[in-house]
């Protein structure tokens, strides 16, 4: 079996679309199936405006067929609705080859954050990229009743893992702050709503650990706050072990691993009532959820690092391998459309 992802998420980008879409591969490829990873780097790319650390490539429709073709895949996933993602989404359209789409990022609310454009308009164009697939894999049950909402159909909720290799208890990172330590792991960019953290009136210290457009300029505003800068494997661990509390800012994100992977390390989580943290803390102990942050966050204290580590373990790439293989054996049995509708 051969498998295709197109992605305009990719190295030397460090975030949860990327990590997400690296462990699948490692898994299918772990179950013998013959991988190809279409990104960024096939390409010419330019800076993405506002954010020069992104770079978008300059994807042809045409070039993404000539690929496509050649490698003939049996699973075609269309990942991210950016270039890449709408010239592959038109190579197939014109081919007649089916193909599966995931939604993984809130971009109506991203985009608010950053210009006047209006949610509705953008959850129409999004909705119109995914209406041709077969289906469309989305991260928690929350997003799945959400979308549907909204006008989204042959939705299916797939879920993430964690490489318990990396990310378990292990010697922390010191840190000469006092305690105690409240950590957020983030890309430092608008949408992040890490000033909803940063403004709380906690005890104790703060730490971030990410890159971004904004981060010199959070550092200024923020001089009591440490900023780590990015941080990856064993490194970021360690800063996870420091943690008390995990704070989760975001109301944008549609699952957030960095959740699970401070689970994992036995970091209890303290976030919104958001679809994400929804799904991945849920009735268990392991976190606080409040529309109040500074709230969750004291709660987050008295809660045990054991449940932590437990709720961790609902989430595996195994699963998430196995639910992506389960879609493609249950909408593209023929691989194959003979039509080629528009979208």
Same mark, same amino acid.
């Given at each position: ?9 990719? =190295? +030397? !980008? *460090? ?8 462990? @699948? &591969?490692?898994q299918?490829? /772990? ?19 506002? =954010? +020069? !650390? *992104?770079?978008?490539?300059?994807a042809?429709?045409?070039? @993404? &067929?000539?690929?496509?073709? /050649? ?56 909705r ?24 989204f ?78 941080k ?26 960095v ?34 942050l ?16 437990a ?33």
């Amino acid at each position: 079996m051969r498998c295709l992802i197109a992605t305009d998420a990719w =190295y +030397p !980008q *460090i975030n949860g679309v990327v990590r997400t879409l690296t462990s @699948l &591969a490692d898994q299918l490829r /772990a179950r013998g199936i013959e991988v190809r990873v279409v990104s960024p780097q096939d390409f010419v790319t330019v800076p993405c405006p506002t =954010y +020069p !650390q *992104i770079r978008l490539a300059l994807a042809r429709s045409s070039r @993404l &067929a000539e690929i496509i073709e /050649a490698f003939d895949p049996d699973s075609l996933h269309i990942a991210t609705e950016g270039p890449i993602g709408f010239a592959a989404r038109r190579a197939a359209i014109r081919a007649g080859r089916r193909f599966t789409t995931s939604f993984h990022t809130r971009f109506p609310e991203y985009l608010r954050q950053r210009a006047p454009i209006p949610e509705p308009f953008t959850y129409a164009l999004l909705r119109r990229f995914h209406s041709p697939a077969a289906a469309c894999l989305v991260p928690t049950e929350g997003m799945r009743r959400d979308l549907g909402r909204r006008g989204f159909d042959n939705l299916v909720t797939w879920t993430r893992g964690v490489d318990r290799s990396t990310f378990r208890p292990i010697e922390p990172v010191p840190l000469d702050l006092a305690g105690p330590i409240f950590l957020t792991v983030s890309r430092i960019a608008p949408e992040k709503n890490l000033e909803g953290f940063l403004d709380l009136d906690l005890p104790g210290s703060k730490v971030v650990v990410g890159d971004g457009p904004k981060l010199e300029e959070m550092r200024r505003r923020y001089p009591k706050v440490h900023f780590a800068g990015a941080k990856v494997g064993e490194d970021l661990t360690r800063y996870y072990c420091a943690a008390d509390v995990f704070v989760f800012p975001s109301r944008t994100d549609t699952f957030g691993i960095v959740l699970i992977e401070a689970l994992a390390c036995g970091v209890p989580i303290a976030a919104f009532h958001e679809p994400g943290p929804v799904d991945v803390i849920g009735t268990s102990a392991a976190g606080a959820m409040s529309d109040d942050l500074r709230e969750a966050c004291l709660r987050a204290l008295t809660l045990s690092r054991e449940a932590a580590l437990a709720r961790s373990q609902l989430f595996s790439w195994e699963a998430c391998a196995d639910i992506f293989l389960e879609t493609f054996n249950r909408h593209l049995p023929g691989v194959r459309n003979t039509s080629s509708a528009a979208g």
